[in-house]
């Protein structure tokens, strides 16, 4: 049975040209802190990552520190700064926030932006939020390469963004600053990153993030993501052409152009995912840091959808190989196990 992947708001395929540049990077030998030829020829790499990064995500060279992960880099811009954020963030702002801010259809209301941490886009249902000027941070990571952004008009102090979302390797990241920003170090025993982070660069997970970043820039440029958006589309007229019970979320609300979030109310969302697993689908129930975890969505309770709905919904997130073949059998193998459920439930 050939699988078909249908998550890549949680990760994206590793894509070629980064997995290239990833091996490439593997042949460095020298340490990019030491001065010595091996050690330029390392920093070398770092830099022009820095490049790409800069190119694609507008943002100053200079003003990108590399972690291991976005969640790493939200860490390191919001710890004990005492910001606020609406109750949709995800799990790793969310540790580090007071969530108070009320929402209006979806959207976050703030009347002191320089302390607020707002995501452009929420990983489960793929609403994207107006950025106000003055933002504190931005949880840019789901944004990054599918809206035509740049970090410097978005009006934010500070934001993050991850590798793996873009087609990248897992394990690595970037904190993105606005010039003359500044963070305090949490790893600290180095003076890596200007002082800024410690740690030796993890080199080959930087040359996979910048070569990762120039191709999604493009991909974007080129327009290919309005294709993917117009599968997304397709998938979720399918379902509602079906007249079965299901409520579509954020339809009404600028979204991610590969995201479609729905609920079968009283349909478990991990019993959905299992059943599709087993048939051949992956998606999922939930961001995926908090998919293992059997409970219904924060994010949809903080819109006012009820538990029932809260706990029964899913999310499908398409990527740039996902075809209209495999769009329209999810459709169907999915509206076929509903049309089950809903025949077990009458009988009970």
Known sequence: MRRVYLDHNATSPLRPEARAAMLAAMDALGNPSSVHSEGRAAKAIVEKSRGQISEAFGVGAHDIVFTASATEAAALALKDRGFHAGDIEHDAIAAWVQPDLPLKSGQVCTAEPAQTALQLANSETGIVQ?????????DMTQGFGKLP?????????MACASAHKLGGAKGVGSLLLKPGVEVSAQLRGGGQAMGRRAGTENIMGIAGFGTAAEASARDLSDGKWAVIEK??????????ASGKPLILVGTDSPRLPNTACFAAPGWKGETQVMQMDLAGFAVSAGSACSSGKVKASRVLRAMGYDEDVASSAIRVSLGLETTEDEVQQFAKVWLAAYERFLARKAAR
């Open 231 to 240: 599968l997304r589309n397709i998938l979720e007229k399918t379902l509602e």
């Open 130 to 138: 107006s950025l106000p000027q003055g933002l504190g941070f931005c």
């Open 149 to 157: 952004l740049a970090f410097s008009w978005s009006g934010a102090d």
